[in-house]
């Protein structure tokens, strides 16, 4: 079965009469192997009976705007879920023999193992679909109840150019850009886990003032990042040049900012220090954290010996969480009541309109008053789920004497904290999600998901 549906013969073309599924036209260019043998593998796979499904599965997911496939495999069968704007989305099951079946097709075309089932394998291949092109990456993993694969799934060339193209208010946008393009600082960029950190990192970097002054990023070659325009790279790496050497090399350059992906260890820190209160110098670097408080204390907790020194420099950290995005197509504008206002701690007349989703009934309730099926317009944009795309929330945490003195003050407290910076004005993720849901960005209900949701 092929999610509920008779499995036919396979076929690249066929017409509605033939007995034939139609596959998708999507030829894999798998990478890590030579164009001789990827061919030769490719050709082999047309021919495998699990070829339709293995096609179908990833067509299906890109054409629902998916950027993972998860397949969980058991005695059983196969789970698969597609997920599409952060929400994971479960599909019919398949049988065993139908999920053995496509996934030796993926394992053989991208030149792996299909009898291995327990040790990690990864893949990648390339693939231009609905005239898009595709670098899809491939991982499978033994798991007690059986095997794990995960595709995720991304496009060739990034559709995001700015941060406002992400949902920044542009109030904020303007006063980080200050901050990144500042002089004498340490500037902070963070995210929870899964929450697009490395996106608004790129982001971030591309649109920073790189043309008048010469930015260098420093970093271990293990981790090694795409690359930035206008950014000079240099790495570090086991058995090779150390983290300190690299630093030693890249100072007598004179660069104007630092870019570190990570602080790496004491020796770095103090010398960065140096650069910053000594050669005038700028620098940027990330952590994974939940919000731009928790980014600003873990930076100190994981540097003590600096933790003063670093706090007197930094100027600001950023954060963000990843939401649904409505539809602009089908998004409906209502009044919020005065209990709802209420509720949500704003005065009457603030917020005149909010925004929610359409989102039709399920087919069982799509009856009249006799019980006879009637007809529901579904909107042609996102199918009927009310979202398209996502959006982040960001809070900017601006660094001050003042913010800087409470710091020190609440280091052990971090809601204390948070409460300080929000009576000194500081908006947080609440804030800027009513703000995005009066705007008709998103909705209150996805705004109170994100803010409910564990990220640690």
Not at 62 to 91: K, S
Not at 116 to 139: H, P
Request: proline share 5%.
């Amino acid at each position: 079965m092929i999610f509920g549906k008779k499995k036919k013969t396979a076929s690249s073309s066929t017409d509605s009469n033939s007995g034939e599924i139609e596959v998708p036209n999507l030829e894999i260019k798998a990478s890590g192997v030579s164009k001789d043998e990827a061919v030769g593998l490719l050709l082999a796979c047309k021919q495998l009976p699990g070829y339709p499904v293995a096609i179908i599965i990833v067509a299906n997911a890109i054409a629902a705007r998916a950027d993972r496939i998860l397949m969980d495999f058991t005695a059983q069968g196969a789970v698969v879920r597609y997920r599409v704007d952060g929400i994971w989305e479960t599909l019919p099951a398949l049988d065993r023999q139908t999920a053995d079946s496509m996934l030796v097709v993926w394992k053989k075309v991208l030149g792996l193992n299909p009898a291995e089932r327990k040790a990690r394998q990864d893949g990648k291949f390339a693939t231009n679909f609905k005239e898009i092109d595709w670098v899809i990456t491939f991982m499978s993993t033994g798991v007690p109840s059986g095997e794990r694969v995960l595709f995720s799934i991304d496009r060739k060339k990034p559709v995001l150019k700015t941060l406002i193209d992400l949902g920044m208010r542009e109030a904020v946008e303007t006063s980080f850009k200050q901050m990144l393009n500042g002089n004498q600082g340490l500037v902070v960029i963070s995210g929870p886990p899964t929450q697009g950190l490395p996106t608004t990192w790129r982001l971030a970097l591309d649109n920073a003032d790189k043309f008048v002054r010469d930015w260098v990023l420093i970093e271990n070659k293990k981790n090694q990042d795409p690359e930035i325009i206008n950014v000079t790279d240099y790495y570090y790496e086991d058995g090779g040049e150390t983290a300190e050497q690299v630093f030693e090399k890249v100072r007598l350059k004179q660069p104007d900012v630092f870019i570190l992906p990570s602080l790496i260890n004491s020796n770095i820190v103090e010398a960065l220090l140096h650069q910053i209160n000594k050669e005038q110098k700028h620098a940027v670097t990330r952590v994974v954290a939940n919000d731009a408080i928790d980014a600003v204390l873990k930076i100190l907790k994981e540097n003590p010996k600096h933790a003063k020194a670093l706090l007197a420099v930094m100027q600001g950290a950023l954060n963000q969480r990843l939401l649904r995005r409505l539809c602009d197509s089908c998004k409906q504008g209502y009044q919020p009541s005065p209990q709802l206002l209420q509720k949500l701690g704003l005065p009457a007349g603030r917020v005149p309109k909010l925004y929610k989703p359409t989102i039709p009934p399920p087919p069982e309730e799509r009856v009249d008053a006799k019980g006879n099926p009637i007809e529901i317009e579904i909107c042609k944009k996102c199918k009927g789920k009310g979202y398209f795309g996502r959006m982040a929330l960001f809070e900017l945490l601006t660094i001050d004497d003042t913010m800087r003195q409470a710091i020190l003050k609440y280091a052990g407290s971090p809601d204390d904290l948070r409460k300080f910076a929000k009576q000194k004005g500081h908006a947080g993720f609440f804030e800027e999600g009513i703000l995005a849901c009066a705007l008709g960005m998103t909705s209150l209900e996805e705004v109170q998901r994100i803010l409910q949701a564990k990220t640690a």
